[in-house]
């Protein structure tokens, strides 16, 4: 790998390894749940391969849910770290709709058509998409200032890593759904000068 420019930070984004939701089609974003058999060697696989290829990743951030939490130590154990919990990194929460399935959010609450029409919109007890996008991106903006020319890890989830990459590149958090996360796939966002996404949900460590 080459090195970074003195000012560029390179952030590697992973999503958390399979949970029982993820098979489930269950919206658990603020709901802490925790990985499959399955999630646990995908995140093996994932830390191997990363490990492999970003040896100068230095540091590793994850959301502080089970899911991520132990998606990240894959990484971490083999970089003799341990991950930097960060709040700013959860899931999109919705409150009392926590646990639907997605075709109940859909075809009766109507979630996604009522986020469409106001940004505002939150469930009792949950976020609006566009708190959801502020504080995700503060946090890559406050990750990428405090590691400026470095590599860093930083472990979420699906709907947070979507709203952050459409509010990034697009400026526009609506085109969320133009991003779709795979459990323990790996994007590579490079941040200023020259924001790029230069790896976008790849895979190949579990297909390999």
Request: hydrophobic share 35%; charged share 20%; proline share 5%.
């Amino acid at each position: 790998m080459t090195a970074q420019p003195q000012d560029s930070t390179q952030l590697i984004l992973i999503r958390h390894g399979q949970t029982p939701a993820n098979l489930a089609n269950l919206w658990h974003g603020s709901t802490d749940t925790p990985l499959t058999d399955e999630g646990h060697r995908q995140a093996d696989r994932m830390g191997q391969y990363v490990y492999d290829n970003f040896p100068h990743c230095n540091k590793v951030y994850c959301s502080p849910l089970e899911r991520t939490r132990h998606t990240a130590n894959a990484l971490a154990k083999r970089l003799d770290q341990i991950p930097e919990p960060h709040n700013d990194l959860q899931e999109y929460g919705i409150g009392e709709w926590e646990g639907e399935h997605f075709n109940s959010l859909k075809n009766k609450h109507y979630f996604f058509d009522k986020l469409k029409g106001n940004p505002h919109f939150a469930p009792t007890g949950g976020e609006s998409i566009h708190n959801v996008s502020h504080r995700v991106t503060t946090a890559f903006h406050e990750i990428a200032d405090n590691h400026k020319g470095e590599c860093v890890a930083i472990v979420s989830h699906g709907a947070a890593l979507a709203i952050a990459l459409a509010t990034l590149l697009h400026q526009d958090y609506y085109e969320w759904n133009q991003f779709q996360f795979e459990n323990t796939s790996v994007s590579v966002l490079r941040m200023a000068p020259d924001m790029k996404l230069e790896i976008y949900n790849s895979v190949t460590h579990l297909t390999t």
